[in-house]
């Protein structure tokens, strides 16, 4: 039996969804062996839905044909190697070595890349099955983003009533069209981001459920957080600036991270990487875009400040926002006198 420590699971409502998972993706009936079987008390209840998660599991396959170093828990590891499938038929990676971040929405997976990609290890950036994700509030970070599909990230036709409806209605493909959206905006902001020389890992491939990205550490150690760092003190000041010089970066993109803080930095050898951008909002139509702003430059300037550097977060965001967000002043005056022409033009009628 696996302990709740190996499943890696919490209260028990969660457990029933991990289950119902596993029948709904693979069309599998519960265990026969465990469903006569009524748990007297809620320990017991648990105890039976893991048992029958790991039955689950087992039977629906989770080599996937596929032998790699890592070991990864029984109900992780069919979702785990069918979302990687496509970097090993791509020759993209030849083995999974290690997992080196876990988090509610996703894990993060060390692998040794093939020949061809020129370094040693990647990054897979995986997503947990969307039953098993926490993504809270996503619809703050959603407002005035396009649905983005896996085709090369580009955007779905709006006119496609089929999406509208099944997003509308919360269907089983509308949540996945959503997840797609979700995972293709962390990847094409990477994309975006790295062209443009900003501090942020080397994308090289999208799947449907995970991200292959460049690796930040060596064979043995990935990079920790900032947060998981003691900084020297003549290190601070340059690493604050470089931070806010990818904020500035992602202004002039139009773009904000949403979640950025000292958990989502990473910190290797003097340098610093920005991660985790699934959130990224739009500065133009995003109506919470300068509270999203502010906020992260304020948790920058707050890990900071314990370095002894001095920085006014409301002043950064404010200068931030009019330099690149902030509407211009020529627009607005030629919006007002098309509105105004247009309602002159009515009331001749």
């Not at 990687?84 to 876990?102: K, M, N, P, Y």
């Not at 997840?179 to 994309?191: A, G, P, R, V």
Request: charged share 30%; glycine share 6%.
């Amino acid at each position: 039996m696996l302990s709740s420590k190996q499943l890696n699971i919490g209260p028990a409502h969660d457990d029933e969804e991990i289950a119902a998972f596993y029948e709904e993706q693979f069309n599998l009936p519960r265990s026969q062996e465990h469903r006569g079987r009524k748990p007297k008390n809620l320990e017991q209840k648990r105890e039976k839905i893991r048992s029958e998660v790991a039955d689950l599991a087992d039977d629906a396959g989770l080599s996937a044909g596929f032998n790699i170093t890592y070991k990864p828990t029984r109900f992780e590891a069919e979702w785990l190697l069918t979302s990687l499938s496509h970097f090993f038929e791509q020759d993209l990676i030849v083995d999974v070595t290690a997992r080196v971040q876990g988090g509610k929405e996703a894990n993060v997976y060390r692998c040794q890349a093939h020949h061809s990609l020129g370094t040693a290890l990647v990054a897979a950036k995986v997503y947990r099955p969307r039953k098993f994700r926490n993504l809270r509030n996503d619809a703050m970070y959603r407002e005035g983003r396009q649905i983005l599909t896996e085709e090369n990230g580009k955007p779905a036709d709006p006119r496609d009533d089929r999406i509208v409806r099944a997003i509308g209605k919360k269907s089983a493909f509308g949540v996945q069209v959503q997840h797609t959206s979700w995972l293709m905006y962390e990847f094409k902001t990477l994309e975006t981001l790295y062209r443009l020389g900003a501090a942020v890992p080397d994308p090289i491939s999208a799947a449907e459920n995970a991200i292959l990205m460049g690796y930040v550490g060596d064979e043995y150690l990935a990079a920790p957080t900032l947060q998981e760092t003691t900084l020297s003190p003549r290190e601070a000041k340059p690493l604050f600036d470089e931070a806010m010089r990818n904020v500035e970066l992602m202004m002039a993109q139009g773009i904000i991270h949403g979640d950025l803080s000292a958990y989502n930095i990473l910190y290797w050898e003097g340098k610093i990487t920005l991660i985790d951008f699934p959130q990224v909002t739009q500065a133009q139509t995003n109506r919470n875009a300068f509270k999203i702003l502010r906020r992260d430059i304020q948790r920058l300037c707050d890990y900071f400040a314990g370095y002894g550097i001095r920085a006014d977060a409301q002043a950064l965001a404010e200068e931030f926002w009019q330099g690149y967000a902030a509407p211009d002043p020529d627009d607005l005056a030629a919006d007002l006198s098309v509105m105004e022409a247009q309602r002159a033009e009515r009331e001749e009628q």
